[in-house]
């Protein structure tokens, strides 16, 4: 794990691992909502929640329980998008998913239930900070808000209609700015609206997620032609098997890393209001320009 | 439409199709979201929510969105269910099913927006009272803890797990408080809990939730036998196909339809505490009894 990605990691998995120790629940539902959560994985998501909670000074044990729960939204969408009527997938994190592990009937359930616990996770830590709930409600709209049909859901829609076809450069970054994007930025402002942040830092930190989530999505889709199927505990290639238009398809290799370290370049210049505060997302910035190659 | 479930259907409609003009989402997603929830349904679980509401003199307008929330989840659930790895059906409230329409893919992905929609709906709500807050945040806490692994989610577990097994009246119970009695009850609870509630009232109306709970599912099971399939509007004789063990299975039709009776009784009984405020409730445990027969 790059040291990036380390400062939060423990904290995150600590917490997650409390929160998923669910007493008189379903055995198979507990099993399998744990195994698909601690299988692994950057945390890249609720770290970057941490750190935009910290850019206005924020206290990391009040957006602690959004980080994880963004986590927890974040594996039930590879539990959906891996079973076999989505993408197909048996690997994921270097292990069996969900529904090779469970079946298919317990993998839909899992991803549900990890869908509506994320809600349950955030509900109880806004009850428990009552001073400040009108900002734990905007953060939580805001997750909610990325994660649904306005976000995440319209760009996997996007995602099952494009195979097969051929995508202008405009539509492919509307399918990411929903697919990947929506949840990334969603990440960062939930930890940002916490500290009930003047505009000027939404708008900001907006152009710092749309342009890392941009990155992400590219790279992501570079790493599935030259990455290392191991290191990355994905089976790669897929999305010429599935023919899906990337930009490495519409661009090639070369020139998507040339527009990814474009997009890396606009997402630091934005974080410059922020001062020194904005060491840390800078660095994570060029992480995932750089990340797994 | 029984005239004691009319009083609030309307209302309950126009809203839920008001919430569900989506601007600006894939115009699929937007299409099963729609069909699933406009198919019909008796709107039963929002209507709880609101005849709660009503019980200590609340605000229907207040309350609405968490009743039209609680009905966008019980959809959910049953395009899941419905799914071929589920209960693979396709019929349901007399059409086809959302997998039948748009595909397993698409199926998978209406389910998850809906649940997330779901909480969507709500947090606007809870941010346009803002007066209010706390107690909304109980009553979407109070929705999602009946619909997620400690409620519903549990139940279908068992309901998957139980199929072929032979379970006493102790498990059978708990396999139903969870699959239906968990979200009839948290859709009363939660109207209540809007109007700042005294512990009595709380439990007086756990106490008739729990035994309405149980009953509605007992004449479901019921009339999966002895029901008419094109007034229910889904698939009959499920159960015996599936060897789902049921309370007909237990006891034969007789002796299930006077545990029935005895538990609506008994929720009747409960509602005592509300005086003259409890005759809608009175008259909808009556209706559960005898429904569609």
Redesign the interface.
């Known amino acids: 794990m790059p040291e990036i990605l380390n400062k939060y990691t423990e904290i995150i998995n600590t917490r997650l691992k409390e929160l998923l120790d669910?007493k008189?629940?379903?055995p198979?539902?507990?099993d399998a909502?744990n195994y698909s959560v601690m299988a692994g994985g950057k945390r890249l998501r609720p770290t970057l929640n941490i750190m935009a909670n910290a850019l206005l000074s924020g206290n990391v044990r009040e957006t602690l329980d959004i980080a994880c729960a963004i986590e927890i939204i974040h594996t039930?969408?590879l539990v959906?998008d891996d079973?076999?009527?989505?993408d197909n997938d048996d690997l994921r994190r270097g292990k069996p998913t969900s529904h090779v592990m469970f079946g298919?009937?317990?993998?839909?359930?899992c991803?549900?239930?990890l869908?509506?616990?994320a809600?349950?996770v955030m509900?109880?830590n806004?009850?428990r900070h009552?001073s400040n709930?009108?900002s734990h409600?905007?953060a939580?709209?805001e997750v909610?808000?990325g994660?649904?049909?306005?976000g995440m859901?319209?760009g996997?829609?996007?995602d099952?209609?494009n195979e097969g076809q051929i995508l202008t450069e405009a539509e492919l970054k509307q399918v990411h700015e929903h697919k990947t994007g929506a949840m990334i930025k969603s990440s960062l402002l939930s930890g940002l609206l916490l500290c009930d942040p003047r505009q000027e830092y939404i708008d900001a930190l907006t152009v710092y997620g749309n342009n890392i989530g941009l990155t992400f999505q590219i790279i992501d889709d570079v790493l599935d032609i030259v990455g290392d199927s191991k290191k990355m505990g994905k089976t790669l290639g897929k999305d010429k098997t599935s023919k899906k238009f990337t930009f490495p398809t519409l661009y090639g290799i070369e020139k998507s890393m040339k527009i990814a370290e474009e997009k890396t370049e606009e997402a630091v210049n934005a974080l410059t209001i922020f001062g020194t505060r904005g060491k840390e997302l800078t660095d994570l910035a060029y992480f995932i320009l750089k990340r797994e190659r």
Chains 1, 2 share one sequence.
Do not use: W
């Open positions: 669910l008189q629940v379903h198979v539902i507990k909502m039930y969408s959906h079973l076999p009527a989505m298919e009937a317990f993998a839909v359930l991803g549900d239930a869908l509506n616990f809600y349950e509900m109880k806004a009850l009552a709930m009108d409600l905007k939580m709209l909610a808000t994660a649904g049909v306005y859901i319209t996997q829609c996007g099952i209609e």
